[in-house]
């Protein structure tokens, strides 16, 4: 028996492997990545590594054991059939016969088109029967805080969000959520809107730059055309920065702000301020 987590050598996948080597021995945990080599740090630290690929099906036979508690790591290529790809880890998963699979989806509120391989992964998951958690993520503070180049140059955020505000967190605390779910009990077909517990407006966050930097910067606030037109002008595929506007329209109508409180309580502390994310951004 073992917790499964794919995409382990992601961003949040990395994280997630972290925290729980806080709390289970490493033998208990197995990394699935796509590249052993991006995962030698982990092997060597005694986490079991499985190389798998969520467009070769056959790769994931024999990767579960009855029992297993998986956490499902949403693929990240926009474009790509994602709905197809994860069938292929529940599927296997199914197979198998795992305790639990969690899928890290997006929050219930999202319309954005982003939202859409989400809502159907979700659907395939529920229809295999299999005992689920849906962690439904909202935005990472590092959505932001990792794209401040442009921004302290030019001394402004552009957002196509208007007034709207989100409540984003670290993903190490939307990681937190996903350890306590792991590796606790009594959380089989739940659903958790996931967020943090301070929402804000581009304005604000401009300010805090402001303040933080000690420099001017101003929130722009621009249409969703004029935004997918400046980011494929910076070479932006144009499908990444229509779902990166569309995004912005859904922040625009208030849906990504998510009050539920279930990140704090699942993670056991508050989430971490935006201000503290830009305080490390900052220093680099
Ligand atoms: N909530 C938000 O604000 C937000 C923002 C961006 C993305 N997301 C979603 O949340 C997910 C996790 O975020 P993240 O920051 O960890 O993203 P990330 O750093 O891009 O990690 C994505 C992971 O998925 C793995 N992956 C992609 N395609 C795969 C395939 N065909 N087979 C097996 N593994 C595959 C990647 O493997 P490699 O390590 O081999 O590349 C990587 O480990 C993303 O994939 C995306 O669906 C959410």
Not at 107 to 114: D, N, Q, R, V
Not at 203 to 209: K, S, V
Request: aromatic share 6%; hydrophobic share 45%; charged share 20%.
């Amino acid at each position: 028996m073992s917790i499964v987590v794919t995409g382990a050598t992601g961003h949040l996948g990395r994280h997630v492997v972290e925290q729980l080597l806080e709390k289970v021995p490493a033998e208990q945990v197995t990394a699935v990545v796509r590249s052993a080599g991006k995962a030698a740090d982990l092997a060597a630290r005694g986490v079991r590594i499985a190389v798998a690929d969520y467009d070769a099906p056959e790769t994931f036979d024999g990767l579960f054991a009855a029992g297993d508690k998986v956490l499902l790591i949403s693929g990240n290529e926009v474009g790509r059939d994602r709905v197809g790809q994860h069938r292929v880890v529940i599927d296997a998963a199914k197979a198998a016969g795992v305790a639990l699979l969690a899928y890290t989806s997006a929050p219930g509120s999202l319309t954005a088109a982003l939202a859409d391989d989400h809502r159907a992964t979700e659907e395939v998951l529920l229809a295999s029967g299999l005992p689920y958690v849906l962690l439904r993520n909202g935005w990472y503070h590092e959505n932001y805080t990792e794209n401040l180049a442009p921004v302290l140059e030019h001394h402004a955020v552009l957002a196509a969000a208007g007034e709207g505000r989100v409540s984003s967190a670290s993903r190490a605390d939307y990681a937190a959520a996903a350890v306590a779910v792991l590796t606790g009990e009594g959380h089989e077909n739940r659903t958790y809107e996931l967020g943090g517990d301070e929402a804000w407006s581009f304005a604000e966050y401009a300010a805090e730059l402001s303040r933080q930097t000690g420099e001017e910067i101003v929130y722009n606030p621009v249409t969703p055309e004029a935004l997918t037109g400046i980011m494929t002008g910076a070479g932006v595929p144009e499908p990444a920065a229509a779902a990166f506007a569309g995004a912005d329209v859904s922040i625009g109508r208030g849906e990504l702000v998510v009050d539920s409180g279930d990140l704090s309580r699942l993670a056991g502390r508050p989430t971490t301020p935006l201000a503290e994310a830009v305080a490390a951004a900052l220093k680099g």
